[in-house]
């Protein structure tokens, strides 16, 4: 059981890391979402420069996309490395894999425009174009990477893991069976 926990722990750190990967590859294929800022009345008003816009949801969706691939990435990985499998390694599959999706979310954001988008809309200047910050709105998407990664394990265990000895012994086909399993006397 010792060697089971340790195998885990290590497995859990070593998906968690691969958020890094996950943040940067967010940063950088996420849809910049543009702003434009606007004095009324005194104060800097910041909106939308395309209110039908779909870069906010495209975003959302990078992200999750980027997910269920770390997700089946990081299942195959560990499924190769360790085919038997066990309760610690899928639990450290999952754990590992939902502090990956946090790692990367707060790695895109830190990596994204500042968030203080009136500051940015001062030095940009009134109605000049700039980005927003990298925002995740659908926070389920955190859960992409390690459903995607539980569900491929458990797929790949099932048809290639190790399979369990029976129990009970087949029957042999040369003593006749009663109606419930049991040999028939005479």
Same mark, same amino acid.
């Given at each position: 059981m010792?060697?089971?926990?340790?195998e *885990?722990?290590?497995?859990?750190? *070593?998906?968690?890391?691969g958020?890094v990967?996950?943040?940067?590859?967010w940063?950088w294929?996420?849809?910049?979402?543009?702003?434009?800022? =606007?004095v009324v009345?005194?104060?800097?008003v910041?909106?939308?420069? =395309?209110t039908?816009?779909?870069?906010?949801?495209?975003?959302d969706?990078? #992200? &999750?996309l980027? *997910?269920?691939?770390f997700?089946?990435?990081? *299942?195959?990985?560990?499924f190769?490395? $360790?085919?038997r499998?066990?309760?610690p390694?899928?639990v !450290?599959?999952?754990?590992?894999?939902?502090?990956? &999706?946090?790692?990367?979310?707060?790695?895109?954001?830190?990596l994204?425009?500042?968030?203080?988008?009136?500051?940015?809309?001062?030095? !940009?200047?009134?109605g000049?174009? #700039?980005?927003?910050?990298?925002?995740?709105?659908?926070?389920?998407?955190?859960?992409?990477?390690?459903?995607?990664?539980?569900?491929?394990?458990?797929?790949?265990?099932?048809? #290639?893991g190790? $399979? =369990?000895? =029976?129990? #009970?012994?087949?029957?042999d086909?040369?003593?006749?069976?009663?109606?419930h399993?049991?040999?028939s006397?005479?």
């Amino acid at each position: 059981m010792k060697t089971e926990m340790r195998e *885990a722990a290590v497995t859990a750190v *070593a998906v968690a890391l691969g958020g890094v990967l996950l943040g940067v590859l967010w940063w950088w294929l996420a849809p910049r979402v543009p702003l434009v800022g =606007d004095v009324v009345s005194g104060n800097w008003v910041v909106y939308l420069k =395309d209110t039908e816009g779909e870069q906010a949801v495209g975003v959302d969706g990078t #992200f &999750s996309l980027l *997910a269920l691939g770390f997700g089946v990435v990081s *299942a195959l990985a560990v499924f190769l490395v $360790r085919r038997r499998g066990g309760v610690p390694l899928v639990v !450290a599959l999952a754990v590992g894999g939902l502090l990956g &999706s946090l790692l990367a979310w707060r790695i895109g954001v830190w990596l994204g425009p500042a968030q203080d988008v009136v500051a940015q809309a001062r030095s !940009a200047g009134k109605g000049v174009t #700039f980005d927003a910050p990298l925002k995740l709105n659908a926070k389920g998407a955190l859960l992409a990477w390690p459903f995607a990664a539980l569900v491929l394990h458990l797929g790949l265990t099932a048809l #290639f893991g190790p $399979r =369990d000895p =029976d129990h #009970f012994p087949p029957p042999d086909p040369y003593v006749p069976q009663g109606p419930h399993g049991a040999a028939s006397g005479s």
